[in-house]
């Protein structure tokens, strides 16, 4: 009668073992390059962080030495491009309204 038919191909253990190390073998540079990058990116994060906090504390510190004057005079300068800025935008809304309408 029908004998059962044996697979074609038969992998041993010894085999599927040479098989798993030969692909870990392959892979590990992925890996030790992808922990590289990682490493660098939290490098780069914790520069720009540090950065970060010394431009505050100088800005804080050139506040703090800051004498009353100085500030008002700065707000003032503040204040008076900003009433420029909006004297420029009414201009050109008058200027909008006033234009005929299309017909």
């Not at 804080?60 to 005079?73: S, V």
């Amino acid at each position: 009668m029908d004998e059962p038919r044996r697979p074609r191909v038969q992998f041993s253990l010894g085999m599927l073992m040479v098989a798993t190390a030969v692909v870990a073998a392959l892979l590990a540079p992925l890996a030790w390059v992808a922990r590289e990058r990682r490493q660098m990116l939290r490098a780069q994060v914790a520069i720009l962080d540090a950065r970060e906090a010394a431009i505050r504390s100088v800005a804080r510190e050139r506040q703090a030495r800051m004498t009353e004057p100085e500030r008002l005079r700065q707000d003032n300068e503040a204040l008076r491009r900003q009433v420029e800025q909006l004297r420029l935008e009414n201009d050109e809304l008058r200027r909008a309204a006033n234009r005929p309408a299309p017909r």
